[in-house]
């Protein structure tokens, strides 16, 4: 063999030695060196495309730059970094295994596992995202899109040109008390079923322990300024009005309220904070995409300074409050 299965090639014969030993230049070993190049020649990949790889090729490391298209079927495996602007194509499945680099790319039928993608993957036609384990992320159409983490079928959300919406009825939730949205800006409020024939009534009015705890409620509703708003303002801090999660808890006890939890105005949740984790995307087909930061987040619980204690995050409903203060006439 012409190359020492490293990538070296090797000669047959060396004619200065040759040459030092008084060995003379014959056919026979003229025709062996020859042949030897020429197999060498042949095994390797030519720039028009005559020659082509054989087994898989590993690129130890270094980037293909200012490649045009890649397809029909195209698998790469290791880590790669895609530069300049390549359109990867073709009747097949372009797949891509290891860790990559993906910016400004477009795509057609591609699989990639484990990528990393900045700016602009445009992808056309539909398809979707899935996760390494094959858990949908993404899943698009010629009109409608969806975003899910697996566990209620293709995506959790759904959306076309003119509403974005939960793929099962009235089982997710928009934040969580751990991971709040800032402000939500609407044109008008939000809607809740009311529908009495999805509804079973308690029979009589409010309890004493009811009332009395409504009565304490009202009377500790107080103007206050939230602390993160005060480190930013100052004093120029906004002023809101209402009253106290744990205060609210404590007057149920006092007033005698076994299980305060029950009364849907009052909240409590278990405290987390995100802990970021490299992301791990397997992309089939798609749309135009575009990702900042390929992280995904693993929530974790937090708690009090003791460190045994759990922490929670406190809240009110006060759409429930209000009717809760009305239904036992404070």
């Known amino acids: 063999m012409p190359f020492n299965g490293s990538g070296t090639f090797v000669r047959l014969y060396n004619w200065v030695n040759d040459a030092a030993n008084g060995i003379k230049i014959s056919a026979t070993r003229m025709d062996a060196e020859t042949d030897g190049i020429a197999a060498g020649l042949s095994n390797c990949i030519t720039r028009d495309g005559q020659g082509v790889p054989t087994a898989n090729i590993g690129w130890g490391g270094y980037n293909l730059t200012g490649v045009a298209t890649l397809g029909v079927t195209t698998a790469i495996s290791g880590n790669f970094n895609f530069t300049g602007s390549p359109t990867y194509q073709g009747d097949g499945i372009v797949t891509v295994t290891g860790a990559q680099t993906l910016t400004n790319k477009t795509l057609t039928s591609p699989s990639i596992s484990n990528p990393v993608i900045t700016g602009v993957l445009t992808i056309p036609g539909g398809g979707t995202i899935t996760d390494g384990s094959?858990?949908?992320?993404?899943?698009?159409?010629?009109?409608?899109?969806?975003?899910?983490?697996?566990?209620?079928?293709?995506?959790?959300?759904?959306?076309?040109?003119?509403?974005?919406?939960?793929?099962?009825?009235?089982?997710?939730?928009?934040?969580?008390?751990?991971?709040?949205?800032?402000?939500?800006?609407?044109?008008?409020?939000?809607?809740?079923?009311?529908?009495?024939?999805?509804?079973?009534?308690?029979?009589?009015?409010?309890?004493?322990?009811?009332?009395?705890?409504?009565?304490?409620?009202?009377?500790?509703?107080?103007?206050?300024?939230?602390?993160?708003?005060?480190?930013?303002?100052?004093?120029?801090?906004?002023?809101?009005?209402?009253?106290?999660?744990?205060?609210?808890?404590?007057?149920?006890?006092?007033?005698?309220?076994?299980?305060?939890?029950?009364?849907?105005?009052?909240?409590?949740?278990?405290?987390?904070?995100?802990?970021?984790?490299?992301?791990?995307?397997?992309?089939?087909?798609?749309?135009?995409?575009?990702?900042?930061?390929?992280?995904?987040?693993?929530?974790?619980?937090?708690?009090?300074?003791?460190?045994?204690?759990?922490?929670?995050?406190?809240?009110?409903?006060?759409?429930?409050?209000?009717?809760?203060?009305?239904?036992?006439?404070?």
Do not use: M
């Open 134 to 330: 094959g858990v949908t992320k993404f899943t698009a159409a010629a009109s409608t899109f969806g975003l899910g983490a697996g566990g209620l079928g293709a995506s959790y959300f759904q959306g076309d040109g003119s509403q974005f919406y939960p793929t099962t009825d009235n089982s997710l939730n928009l934040g969580t008390s751990s991971f709040r949205w800032a402000v939500v800006y609407a044109g008008t409020g939000t809607i809740n079923t009311s529908d009495e024939t999805q509804k079973t009534f308690r029979a009589g009015g409010a309890t004493a322990g009811e009332i009395a705890w409504a009565t304490a409620i009202r009377a500790d509703f107080r103007c206050y300024q939230l602390n993160d708003a005060i480190a930013e303002k100052g004093d120029a801090a906004r002023l809101h009005f209402g009253v106290g999660a744990k205060s609210v808890y404590a007057k149920g006890i006092a007033a005698g309220i076994a299980d305060s939890f029950r009364y849907a105005f009052l909240c409590r949740d278990r405290a987390y904070r995100n802990e970021p984790v490299p992301a791990d995307f397997e992309v089939i087909e798609g749309v135009e995409l575009i990702v900042e930061d390929a992280i995904d987040w693993n929530p974790v619980p937090q708690f009090e300074a003791d460190g045994t204690t759990p922490k929670y995050n406190w809240g009110i409903r006060y759409d429930e409050l209000q009717a809760f203060l009305a239904y036992c006439g404070v």
